[in-house]
């Protein structure tokens, strides 16, 4: 039986809810939720050597909450010779964070960002997993990177004015939600909807991003037809 075949089966096993495999994933699942997280790991060791792919996420998650750092490390680097995925460096370099080596995980999550290539879709997916291991300012720097190469950040206008937001910058924030498409003025009234979008709790920010707004406006050639 293929490599590939067993994982397959696993998996379609663990769909169906009708193989003997399922049973352990539940069993470690309940564990981990436990927090008898020594007795989970040993099951999703077992269920990661039978489906590395399908429980991946849990077996690092519940490593990682055990403290179990240097085995963590061993299981992404195990999972990247396995799976060319460049955002599996966002979990090394939470594992070193964790682990108190900092200058590593700097510098492993600054090599995940010399992978930005200015495709937009790879930038999003990058954005995500910084986003969801709370590294918003690492976002942040993937969007701009892949504005600086294309020269157009106006493709995620919304997405990265709200990152500058969370992270107090209100100034960049609102010149990111005041930039448009090449030979296209400001949508005073759209950029007014985004704000209170985002800042609807926050009114005094509101009202300072309504007013820099009207400034833009104002400092627009008027069209002449």
């Given at each position: ?94 594992v070193y964070f964790f682990d108190g ?125």
């Amino acid at each position: 039986m293929t490599k590939v075949f067993r994982r397959y089966l696993f998996l379609i096993l663990l769909l169906t809810g009708g193989s003997v495999l399922a049973q352990p994933l539940a069993e470690a699942r309940q564990l981990a939720a436990d927090r008898k997280y020594g007795n989970a790991i040993e099951l999703y060791k077992t269920l990661y050597s039978q489906s590395p792919d399908t429980v991946y996420v849990e077996y690092y998650d519940v490593l990682m909450a055990d403290k179990k750092y240097r085995d963590a490390e061993k299981l992404v680097e195990k999972q990247m010779t396995m799976r060319d995925e460049p955002v599996l460096l966002v979990d090394l370099g939470r594992v070193y964070f964790f682990d108190g080596r900092y200058t590593k995980a700097t510098e492993t999550f600054n090599k995940l960002l010399t992978r930005v290539n200015g495709d937009l879709i790879f930038t999003e997916k990058i954005v995500k997993a910084f986003v969801a291991a709370g590294l918003e300012d690492y976002a942040i720097a993937a969007y701009e990177r892949t504005g600086m190469m294309i020269g157009a950040s106006y493709y995620f206008n919304g997405p990265l004015a709200r990152l500058y937001a969370n992270c107090d910058n209100l100034d960049k924030a609102i010149d990111q939600l005041l930039i448009t498409m090449p030979g296209l003025q400001v949508n005073e009234e759209n950029v007014k909807s985004g704000w209170m979008e985002l800042l609807c709790d926050e009114p005094e920010k509101v009202r300072k991003a309504q007013k820099a707004v009207l400034v833009k406006v104002n400092q627009q050639p008027k069209n002449i037809h």
